[in-house]
């Protein structure tokens, strides 16, 4: 099986009952207990690589009972387990694990007599790395009998990749020695006298190809914020602020802003380069997709995201055609691995790129930068990337010259879908059955209508006339096929896209959301759609549903055919702002806000799309990643879309909404980014204004 191959049945990933601790790309997930069995969907992982398989910690041989975990910022938590004492209601030892993640492990110790009397005790960690690729340990097809070689150290041991591949070691080092080491097995024999307590550390680094990775934090070093924590810190600081009459709409508001702080990843060889991974645990890497589309929501909070992905996806875009990465000149990116697996299906390379909508969507947030910053300099190196994208736009993604833009995966073990729907039975005809590709979907027409008109802003700013006009003209040309093409008379809405027969994929879905919100829908359009999108069979009451609950096919459970995901809905949100239905985009917002306080504050990647009126509460997906990050920034999607905020720098103009159905009393948005400066956006129900010193910019409300 590919592992970009997603298929639709719950997995066991992000069930209840595991911990989860996420620095960069470097995570560890385990059991409430702290302890990684080989065989769960549990390790520590570096550079998408299982680097530990199983740490247990045991007691006289027996494993510790749970008691709780508490956080301790962004990447440390405190386990408290006790020992297991089968006729004793009170703890008489307990052992409180203190973890810490950081380009690896730190996990000290802390085991404590709660008696009057001494206790000798045997305390024992066992530790091992099968190095399995993230993909197999994700879909459970990991090879649980395979052990690490052990090699003692002088402060602990070595465990070395058996198989040889990549010359991968893990280094575990142990503070103070043990008294006994057999094969993967440390133990200390404690005497502890009553009320004392005793501290035993281990860390846990890598080697790849001789590249040694030591870890953030060591046994040993004083307890100081690592640079993780200090860049994190600082930017919580940076970014812009809200405040709302409505708890929902603020309490998510500042979740958002915790979770895309913690998912955001550096390039080593660019330090001050910062990207947004697609989501924690399983996906800390870079995305074309979801990194540009979580970029361009959070621009109301923080321009950095949006530089730092233009710049990423621009240095890896496609220079050439590679039949296995699926690479194509100017292609950009679906998202790049690092383990073995990966790497031999790739040819030896980190990056794939089967994904047909990163590219128009790349040139869409250059231009939407340039809006916001008046960088043109920036911009205008960026520009020969984004004629790149443009150009495959043209030359590689209208397949068939029929003047939309399709997919059909070129190597066996690429995605069979590569639009943002990219399970294998994630386009359905309105009779239920699985589309095949070649596919052009609805969206993908949507970006590059909306890439088209980007550029020709672009061109307008660089006093390129001529090229305005060009891309301008191929924009209404699109448009045009476009809605007699895929427009359904009889269902309200748009075909899901059409298929290699140039016929509509013929089932109501919420990809026409994003039609709106790349704005390629006529304004005689958009009153049935808003009408469509929040109808029963779409809205559960909760969001939008991915397909319709009239489709023969829909299930509330599955991954791209019924379920429900809050980014999807935040983009129809967006899209019914733009086209002045404002009543019907409050009421997709106001319900997924609503599942926001019912999940504690955070929307989740998706969730079941059972109607409100059945069940009283969203039920979660048991796959779905938490944080993830578009399901994060779609608050502040929702935040700008309320306000209308319409920034053109270049043009000295920002754009602001009147007051609608759907305003909040009152929303602040205090410290946002225009350029240099720093202003503040309120909302309520007589309208948008701006607050601050504007220069010479000029605010329009229309």
Not at 110 to 120: F, K, L, R
Not at 620 to 646: E, K, N, T, V
Request: with cysteine.
């Amino acid at each position: 099986m590919s592992p970009w191959t997603y298929a639709s049945e719950s997995s066991r990933i992000g069930t209840a009952g595991t911990l989860a601790l996420v620095e960069g790309s470097t995570f560890i997930v385990s059991s409430p207990g702290g302890d990684i069995s080989p065989d769960q969907p549990q390790g520590l992982f570096m550079r998408d690589t299982r680097v530990l398989s199983t740490l247990t910690v045991t007691v006289d041989g027996n494993p510790l009972d749970p008691v709780s975990a508490v956080p301790r910022g962004p990447f440390s938590m405190t386990i408290v387990n006790r020992a297991h004492h089968p006729h004793q209601a009170d703890p008489l030892v307990t052992v409180l694990r203190h973890r810490h993640v950081g380009r690896g492990l730190l996990e000290e110790l802390d085991i404590a007599n709660h008696t009057i009397e001494p206790v000798s005790l045997e305390l024992a960690i066992t530790l091992d790395a099968d190095f399995a690729s993230l993909f197999d340990v994700k879909a459970g097809s990991q090879d649980t009998d395979v052990r690490g070689l052990i090699w003692p150290t002088e402060d602990g041991f070595d465990i070395h990749d058996p198989s040889g591949a990549g010359m991968r070691t893990t280094h575990v080092h142990l503070h103070p020695p043990p008294d006994r080491h057999e094969g993967w097995r440390a133990s200390w024999n404690l005497a502890l006298a009553p009320r004392e307590r005793r501290s035993i550390c281990v860390d846990v680094g890598i080697s790849i190809n001789g590249d040694r990775i030591k870890p953030a934090r060591r046994c040993g070093d004083a307890p100081t914020d690592s640079l993780p924590v200090q860049r994190l810190s600082n930017w919580q600081s940076s970014v812009a602020r809200f405040a709302s009459s409505d708890p929902r709409l603020e309490r998510a508001a500042a979740q958002a802003l915790t979770d895309l702080g913690v998912l955001r990843i550096f390039d080593p060889d660019h330090a001050e380069r910062v990207v947004v991974a697609a989501g924690a645990p399983w996906f800390m890497a870079l995305f074309g997709r979801d990194s540009i589309l979580t970029a361009w929501m959070a621009m109301v909070a923080d321009h950095d995201l949006a530089r730092g992905v233009l710049e990423a996806l621009a240095d890896t875009q496609g220079v050439r055609s590679v039949h296995a990465t699926e690479e194509q000149p100017g292609r950009i990116l679906h998202e790049v691995r690092y383990d073995i697996r990966s790497a031999n299906l790739l040819s030896g390379s980190s990056v794939y790129y089967g994904t047909v909508d990163a590219t128009p969507l790349f040139v869409m947030l250059a231009a939407e930068y340039l809006r916001w910053t008046d960088d043109r300099d920036f911009v205008a190196r960026l520009l020969p990337a984004v004629d790149g994208a443009i150009e495959w736009m043209e030359a590689f993604g209208d397949r068939n010259a029929d003047g939309f833009i399709e997919y059909e995966r070129t190597h066996e073990h690429g995605l069979a879908n590569q639009g943002w729907k990219d399970s294998w039975d994630g386009v359905r005809y309105g009779d239920g059955r699985v589309a095949t590709a070649p596919i052009a979907l609805a969206e993908v027409q949507a970006y590059a209508f909306g890439a088209y008109k980007a550029r020709s802003y672009m061109a307008r700013v660089f006093d390129d006339r001529a090229g305005a006009a060009a891309h301008d003209s191929r924009a209404a040309e699109l448009q045009h096929r476009f809605d007699q093409r895929f427009w359904l008379d009889d269902k309200g809405t748009y075909a899901i896209g059409l298929d290699g027969d140039g016929r509509p994929i013929d089932s109501s879905t919420s990809n026409a959301g994003h039609c709106l919100w790349a704005g390629i829908v006529p304004a005689h359009r958009s009153g049935i759609l808003a009408g469509t999108l929040t109808s029963a069979a779409l809205f559960s009451g909760w969001g939008l549903r991915t397909l319709s609950a009239d489709n023969p096919a829909f299930n509330p459970l599955s991954y791209h055919c019924g379920s429900v995901w809050p980014h999807d809905t935040a983009i129809a949100v967006a899209g019914l702002h733009r086209y002045g239905h404002h009543a019907a985009a409050h009421t997709l917002s106001s319900g997924l806000l609503d599942t926001a306080m019912a999940l504690g504050g955070r929307l989740p990647e998706l969730f079941g799309g059972f109607d409100r009126l059945e069940l009283p509460s969203p039920v979660p997906y048991p796959a779905s990643c938490a944080p993830q990050a578009w399901a994060a920034a779609s608050p502040l999607l929702i935040i700008r879309a309320i306000s209308g905020l319409d920034p053109d720098l270049p043009n000295r103009r920002i754009g602001l909404r009147p007051g609608h159905e759907g305003s909040p009393e009152i929303l602040r948005a205090i410290g946002v980014p225009l350029g240099t400066r720093r202003v503040e956006v309120v909302s309520d129900r007589d309208g948008s204004r701006l607050l601050g010193d504007l220069g010479d910019l000029r605010v329009e409300v229309n």
